[in-house]
């Protein structure tokens, strides 16, 4: 009997943790061939089986990443999973904003097609500060990517329609951005929490900007995946979340579905500036759908990151 129960207790836990981890797949086939798609932190976890994805689909995939040897091993695996050869590097490192200049300039020069831009690099709950010294989180999640959208705007332009997508998280809502410190860096996962706020923002006020303009703007929760962003923290925290995520969080591919479903599904231009997650639209709290605070928030990270 006692053998019965934990089999049944086995077996249950074996399908609510199954079904927990449920999610759907973008069933859109459509082909990427002549596009141009850059994906910031293309080497490492969401990043990087996004690249495989659009690779497979024909796309010019151009990942930037701050780390060029990280950065060449997971291009010979994206090139070797998606027999696409046309998988290329570039430098950027988003917590410096010499470093995003320059990113910029060297692309424009360089390439001729800016079709989707993949804002997905990101740092989870940590306390650092940049070199331009911002808070991590707010500094690479949310500025870094901000000055770099900015800039490439003029190719995205170029080759409208074209998209921007911006990795979120869901846990945006539990937290509200202070004016008074947008720097905040106090407690790790709420300064996580502001700067994936601060992506729904920005996201918003990208697609009321470039209304009319071919440019269209979405913001994506992946879900809660298992992949590297462990890395930053201590050798025993690492191994006790690398069991949480085992048994709680989805794999990278599962998580790369959104931002694929973003890149090439017609219907989501319905939803320009919406929130998806799922490979759907998502329902998104009501404060972080104030569009004067992002507005608000726009012009103070014009000033911040000295393009105003
Ligand atoms: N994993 C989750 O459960 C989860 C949930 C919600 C949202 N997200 C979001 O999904 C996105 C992808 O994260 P992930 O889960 O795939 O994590 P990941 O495996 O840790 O990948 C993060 C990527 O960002 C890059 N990066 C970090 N700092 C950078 C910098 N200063 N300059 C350039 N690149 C930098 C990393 O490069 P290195 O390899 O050089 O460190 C890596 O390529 C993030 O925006 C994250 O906030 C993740």
Redesign the pocket.
């Known amino acids: 009997m006692y053998l019965f129960y934990t089999i049944l207790a086995a077996l249950s836990s074996f399908f609510v943790l199954k079904w927990m981890k449920r999610r759907r797949f973008c069933t859109d086939v459509k082909r990427l061939d002549g596009k141009t798609v850059l994906i ?10 996004t690249a495989v994805a659009l690779a497979l689909r024909g796309a010019r995939v151009i ?5 060029e040897d ?2 060449r091993k ?1 291009i010979r695996e994206i090139k070797a999973r998606s027999h696409n050869m046309n998988v290329i590097f570039m430098e ?5 904003m010499r ?1 995003i200049r320059e990113f910029c300039k060297s692309y424009l020069q360089r390439e001729k097609r800016l079709d989707i831009l993949i ?6 709950s940590i306390l650092n500060w ?1 070199d331009d010294n911002f808070s ?1 989180c707010f ?3 949310h500025l ?1 990517h901000f000055l770099l959208t900015n800039l490439l705007l003029p190719r995205l332009k170029e080759c409208a329609p074209s998209r921007v997508i ?6 945006y809502k539990y937290q509200k951005l202070d004016f008074q410190d947008l720097n905040y860096n106090l407690f790790p996962f709420l300064t ?1 929490c502001r ?2 706020l601060a ?1 729904i923002y920005f996201t918003q006020e990208l697609a009321h900007i470039m209304e009319g303009k071919g440019v269209t703007a979405y913001a ?13 923290y201590s050798f025993l925290y690492q191994m006790f979340m690398k069991v949480i ?1 085992f048994m709680f ?2 794999p ?1 591919e599962a ?1 790369a579905q959104t931002v694929v479903y973003c890149t090439v599904a017609d219907e989501v231009t319905a939803h320009n500036g919406g929130y998806f997650s799922d490979c759907r639209p998502a329902k998104l709290k009501p404060f972080a759908k104030d569009a004067g605070v992002a507005k608000k928030l726009w012009e103070a990270s014009e000033r911040l990151v000295k393009l105003a």
């Not at 911006?166 to 846990?171: I, R």
Request: proline share 3%; glycine share 14%; hydrophobic share 30%.
């Open positions: 910031t932190g293309g080497n490492s976890g969401v990043g990087k089986e990942i930037a990443c701050r780390d990280r950065a997971a950027l490192d988003l917590a410096n470093s804002n997905n690099a990101g740092v989870p940049t991590m500094g690479v999640n870094g911006t990795l979120t998280c869901s846990s996580y700067s994936k992506n994506v929760h992946p879900g809660y995946v298992q992949s590297n962003w462990t890395c930053h995520t969080f989805i990278c998580g």
